[in-house]
């Protein structure tokens, strides 16, 4: 009886972190290649403070930034600055989840 509670008690636990919001969504860059500047998009489900990462293809951040964001649609401009041409990974995260993607520099 105590296992079945417990089995019981295990699974609606595991059901509510599978079932939480994501609070970042629809996040994208366009263009994507780009050769200077990208638009980075988003949605977001509650305003604050996230930081925006950009890594190189080793795992080494070469662009760092705290960006205080809105409930609803966010949009902001990243430069190249001077990151050479190739592959990166950028993500924005914020106190409950975090969302990456690829980014290419022509």
Partial sequence: MIKRILFILFLSVSSLGFSQEKLISQFSASPNPFEVSTKIHFTATESGIVLFKVKNVLGKTVH?????????ENTFFFFKGDLSAGMYIYSIQN????????????
């Fill in 64 to 72: 760092f930034k705290e960006l205080q964001i809105l409930k609803g």
């Fill in 95 to 106: 106190k409950k989840n975090i969302v990456s993607k690829r980014l290419v520099i022509q």
